[in-house]
């Protein structure tokens, strides 16, 4: 088994209210099948109304963060699943229910997570 982050910015989201509404229902479908399936691990959107924060290697907490990835934003799911077409079919399905494309990455292997 391996995780898999599968993700997209939320400038991805192009839809109308209406489909918003019809995209928000679906892919909450697809996470009760990813659940159902035993795939799941996490997931949800990050709340860009709360800016990030960078804690230090000496555990103080700055208003910062990299700037390489200031701009995190958008939906996000990790699965646990079997290979990497697995991985691409579930993309796919969330790719249909949120109406915008998915990135797919993989997690390096690590016997201790």
């Known amino acids: 088994m391996a995780k898999y982050l599968i993700s ?9 209210d209406e489909e918003l509404a019809a995209a928000d229902r ?7 099948e990813a659940r159902a399936a035993g795939v799941w691990v996490v997931g949800g959107g990050i709340d860009e ?10 555990g103080s907490v700055l208003e910062t963060t990299y700037e390489e ?3 995190i934003a958008g939906g996000y ?5 079997a290979t990497r077409e697995e991985a691409l079919d579930w ?3 969330i790719a249909v229910a949120c109406r915008c494309a998915q990135e797919v990455r993989v ?4 016997p201790e997570s």
Do not use: I, K
């Open 49 to 58: 109304s709360v800016p990030p924060v960078m804690v230090t290697g000496s």
């Open 8 to 16: 997209f910015p939320s400038s991805a989201m192009t839809v109308t």
């Open 107 to 110: 997690f390096m292997d690590d």
């Open 77 to 81: 799911c990790v699965l646990d699943v």
């Open 69 to 71: 990835t200031r701009r």
């Open 91 to 93: 993309a796919r399905r």
């Open 26 to 32: 679906d892919s909450h479908a697809v996470v009760r």
